[in-house]
């Protein structure tokens, strides 16, 4: 009974050290992709400081191209962070999550289980103690009644087992 609630107990632990790691390493994967949108925007930023710098001068074909650069990064790195946002836990979440309900069910059921194992000792215990007291208190009835009795039904029986013979 208890090697089967530390079993439970394993399972447990094991079963959330692996959800542990499922969504660890889904924050590194989303982290990493967090930091390749923040480089790129920081690129579309620069360009767009250098097409700043450009739009001042009286030329317009190179302002425009920075300009149309800076765009196309700070769109690629609004992509980039869209895609790290929905990133999830694959399917072996969903197995991990099942042991550890299965473990839970399990400590449950074997805490139950020993809780009824001890009520029952405890009954035991109870009943002992009251046959301990009634033969302090009262020797000749428990005596009559542990040993008296069943000698006369001995004797009875052996009484009856002899006009049978005969």
């Not at 920081?42 to 800076?70: D, R």
């Amino acid at each position: 009974m208890i090697d089967n609630l530390l079993r439970d107990f394993q399972v447990l632990r094991r079963a959330d050290f692996l959800i542990g790691k499922i969504w660890l390493d889904v924050f590194v994967r989303r982290a990493a992709l967090f930091a390749i949108a923040v480089l790129i925007a920081a690129f579309g930023v620069g360009m767009a400081n250098l097409a700043g710098l450009h739009a001042l001068e009286p030329s317009v074909g190179p302002t425009w191209a920075a300009c149309v650069v800076a765009v196309v990064d700070l769109f690629l790195a609004a992509i980039v962070m869209v895609f790290a946002r929905s990133s999830r836990p694959g399917p072996e979440i969903e197995l991990a999550m099942e042991v550890r309900k299965m473990a839970i069910e399990s400590i449950h059921a074997d805490t139950r289980d020993m809780k009824v194992a001890f009520d029952s000792m405890g009954q035991e215990v109870r009943d002992a103690k009251q046959a301990i007291l009634g033969v302090m208190h009262h020797p000749l009835d428990a005596a009559a009644q542990r040993l008296l009795i069943p000698a006369a039904l001995s004797i009875i029986r052996g009484l009856r087992g002899k006009k049978s013979e005969a």
